[in-house]
């Protein structure tokens, strides 16, 4: 086998550049600055799975929260996690949209026990740190 053959299969096993939603993560929207990472994946029939955690500035409705995301065919990606804060006794975070590049462009949502830190679904961008 050569050389030519032998970067083909590794780029084909392993993809350009990051590896689909792996990395750190920044964006703003609401008010809300979140920072998730994402460090651990598996994948199944075209869905990737990845954990990891979701911070964010807002303490009183979300301190540091598990992440549970998916990829689907590469592209569309759905990142949730639930977490307290002071105010709130749960508070989910619901990010989704379309990764190109280094850039996931969607929308965030926070449902809340606490009416004050539920946030419409509103644009984001996420960028990978």
Known sequence: ?????????????????????????????????????????????????????????????????????????GKTAQILSSSAGSTSSTTVVDISGELSGDKIVGYLEATSTAAECDTDRTAITLTRQ
């Open 1 to 73: 086998m050569n050389n030519k053959w032998i970067v083909c299969l590794a780029l084909a096993l392993t993809g350009c550049g990051g590896s689909g939603l792996d990395g750190t993560w920044k964006g703003e929207a609401a008010g809300w600055s979140v920072t998730v990472v994402l460090d651990e994946s598996t994948a199944q029939s075209g869905t990737s799975y990845f954990t990891g955690t979701v911070s964010s500035n807002k303490p009183a409705c979300f301190t540091n929260g598990t992440a549970a995301a998916t990829l689907v065919n």
